[in-house]
């Protein structure tokens, strides 16, 4: 009978070389990983990007066509044509390209230095475009009821970009004496407005910024730009982010995830 050969155990170069690849496989895997936990926090931003976006532009589209809206008070009748009588004299609207000095100001001033513009819109309140409070009377944007003047329910909304003090920019809305924060992470806001001319008050001919508007009773419609932020970082410095700007201008961001959302307002009480 044949005796069984001695068995041979694995050497120390085999063992280190069976011990760098199991380390590399698992670095791999968990590399993987990262990667796909990465990608999901990318796309949760992008999602939650889009929704504060949309209700931003939702909330500034709806003012922005209340623009100049006053319940008719009659009718002027002339020989050979009539107009309605309204109550709202002055300009529907007023922008800063840089921000209000004040927003809480009786008059406001523009600021000479600041990264998003900000815009008052003019309207009278009733029971249909605003929500009525528990006493029945309208509200202005933020909830509290309007007071009447001049015998009208005159609503100023005055929109602009605040930071917080948690570093968190909003998008703020005033009214009265207060402001609040209306929707977060609205890290800029840009607008154009469209001018009509005498000869065609119903067709906007060129858009400007808001310190090249020749006058403001003359804006027939806006373009509405902002530009959202990330709540939370989703880049890392290897990563080589970028965006477009309001301005179409390709940028780079570090950190936060970054997307601009556009869209064109036609003022309804200035069309007409």
Not at 34 to 58: F, I, K, P
Not at 92 to 111: E, M
Request: net charge neutral; with cysteine.
């Amino acid at each position: 009978m044949r005796t069984p050969q001695s068995q041979r155990g694995a050497s120390l170069v085999e063992l280190m070389v069976a011990m760098v690849l199991g380390l590399w496989l698992a670095a791999a895997a968990l590399q993987l990983a990262w990667r796909s936990s990465q990608s999901q926090q990318v796309q949760a931003a992008y999602a939650e990007m889009n929704d504060n976006a949309q209700l931003a532009l939702q909330l500034l589209t709806r003012d922005l066509q209340l623009a100049g809206y006053a319940a008719a008070q009659g009718v002027s009748a002339g020989t050979t044509s009539s107009s309605l009588i309204r109550g709202l004299k002055g300009a529907p609207l007023f922008a800063c390209d840089q921000g209000f000095t004040a927003p809480l100001a009786n008059v406001l001033t523009c600021q000479t230095a600041g990264s998003s513009a900000a815009v008052e819109v003019v309207f009278e309140a009733d029971l249909h475009n605003t929500s009525p409070t528990a006493s029945g009377v309208p509200s202005d944007c933020l909830g509290n009821a309007v007071l009447p003047g001049e015998g009208l329910y005159l609503t100023r909304h005055r929109y602009f970009v605040q930071t917080a003090s948690t570093g968190r920019p909003e998008l703020h809305c005033a009214s009265g004496q207060s402001s609040q924060p209306l929707v977060d992470h609205v890290a800029q806001l840009v607008f154009s407005f469209g001018e009509a001319l005498p000869t065609d008050p119903s067709r906007a001919v060129r858009y400007v910024s808001a310190s090249q508007v020749s006058d403001w009773g003359w804006v027939v419609a806006v373009r509405v730009c902002v530009l959202m932020q990330s709540s939370q970082a989703v880049w890392t410095s290897e990563d080589q982010a970028t965006y477009r700007d309001c301005q179409g201008v390709k940028q780079s961001t570090a950190s936060y995830a970054r997307q601009s959302f556009h869209t064109t307002v036609v003022l309804r009480n200035k069309s007409l």
